[in-house]
């Protein structure tokens, strides 16, 4: 195996070197460090695969194709996403998993079920494409507290909630095409709701380059004119330009630390939309607020993209903040019924799901799409249609 040994470490050479003469330093790091990792993982683990080597070494050229392609990123066709991104991806993610197994071989045993990795992350890649579609109800209203804690959904007694879909993290690329967002959109249009907000992420580096390719992916929400909303995300700073035209050419009115009153049939609603920041976010969200005072008796709904800054909202901000960012944790244990996630696991940002401070409440979508890791894993797509309601005093 020493020829698979040097053509793998041959070619993170190159896709380095490419990465070096095409892109800025940060995705020389990123790809260096990603595809470095997985190389020490993959080469010990070669031998052991048995008749499944030329498959294995097909998804490792795959990976590097995937990578030096990376250099000029740009949507690629079905095929090529079908034959080398999503394999490579499943690969990555998979082979990431089996570092256990490459220590172990590396010390001289002969680990069992090597399999198990790779199943593992093929049932995540299918777990990837398959949302769910839910309707969720939220109550608005007086309560007490100010540790920000998970709540239980449940319905109130209003005959006239107010119907929100979201759509957040949508992130064009190998796993979102612009037809897939599309259909979302189109089942959005569908659910007939008084509001459609979007919470930012909307692009990838492969979908960066088409100023027009946002734009026919979100088409479909141009028939509800006047109640589609948008926030930035942190990817969106990447190509804000783009962002902003293909938002405009839906029909969404993007909200950049400004708001916006509409009529509904369940009455009066404002929605207060906030930029992305890194940095003094505290003093961002507090002066943002502060020019924007809410109206007496109605509805405000409030598009954080980030879940980690709704700590920082001053108390009495809105009704409802909806954001993204944490694609629901990503990693998790939901098909077992568990809220667990690598989200709630290593950090004290809300991953997912109905949250409370208070009289404040969060609402984080699991997401449309996803980015970073190169798959979900126990932590589905969302699509729901929000019913909220007011209690007698809210």
């Known amino acids: 195996m020493s020829w698979f040994f040097s053509a793998s470490w041959g070619a993170w050479a190159l896709v ?17 460090v990603l595809l470095g990792v997985e190389t020490l993982v993959a080469v010990p683990l070669a031998p052991i695969t048995g008749r499944l080597f030329p498959v294995y070494a097909y998804l490792q050229v795959a990976l590097c194709v995937h990578f030096a392609m990376l250099t000029v990123p740009r949507m690629r066709s079905f095929v090529y996403r079908a034959l080398v991104s999503l394999p490579a991806s499943w690969f ?15 010390f001289g045993f002969h680990p ?11 049932a995540g890649l299918v777990d ?22 998970r709540v239980a959904r449940r319905a109130g007694g209003d005959a006239r909630p107010l119907r929100i879909v979201q759509i957040t993290d949508p992130h064009l690329g190998p796993f979102m095409s612009a037809a897939r967002l599309a259909r979302f959109c189109e089942r959005a249009v569908a659910e007939r709701p ?17 100023e027009t390719l946002l734009g026919r992916a ?30 405009a050419a839906a029909g969404v009115k993007l909200l950049v630390d400004e708001s916006a009153r509409v009529d509904t049939e369940a009455g009066p609603v404002e929605i207060l939309g906030f930029d992305f920041r890194f940095r003094d976010r505290k003093a961002h969200l507090d002066e943002v607020t502060a020019l924007h005072p809410r109206e007496a008796g109605v509805i405000r709904i409030a598009l954080l993209h980030d879940p980690g800054a709704f700590r920082h909202l001053p108390p009495g ?26 989200v709630s696991a290593l950090s004290r940002v809300p991953d997912h799901g109905l949250w409370r401070r208070g ?11 996803h980015y970073g890791f190169p798959l979900r894993l126990g932590v589905p797509p969302e699509e729901s249609v929000l019913h909220l309601h007011r209690t007698a005093a809210g």
Request: aromatic letters at 8%; proline letters at 5%.
């Open 128 to 149: 990837s494409f398959v949302s769910r579609r839910t309707h969720v109800d939220i109550v608005i209203g007086p309560a007490s507290g100010t540790t920000l804690v």
């Open 317 to 342: 901000t809105a009704d409802l903040v909806l954001s993204g960012h944490t694609h629901g944790g990503q990693l998790g244990l939901l098909w077992l019924g568990l809220p667990h996630t690598i």
């Open 194 to 210: 008084d509001l459609v907000v979007l919470t930012g992420d909307f692009l990838t580096m492969e979908s960066q380059h088409d």
């Open 218 to 247: 979100l088409m479909p929400l141009a028939a509800l004119e006047g109640r589609c909303f948008a926030c930035l995300g942190n990817h969106d700073l990447e190509a804000p330009a783009h962002v902003r035209a293909g938002l």
């Open 16 to 32: 380095v070197a490419l990465a070096a003469i095409l892109r800025g330093r940060p995705f020389v790091i990123f790809v260096a």
């Open 92 to 106: 990555l993610a998979a082979t990431l998993l089996a570092f256990p197994w490459a220590i172990a071989h590396a």
């Open 112 to 122: 069992w079920g090597l399999a198990l990795p790779y199943a593992i992350a093929f």
């Open 359 to 369: 009289s404040d409440l969060l609402y984080v979508h699991r997401g449309t799409g």
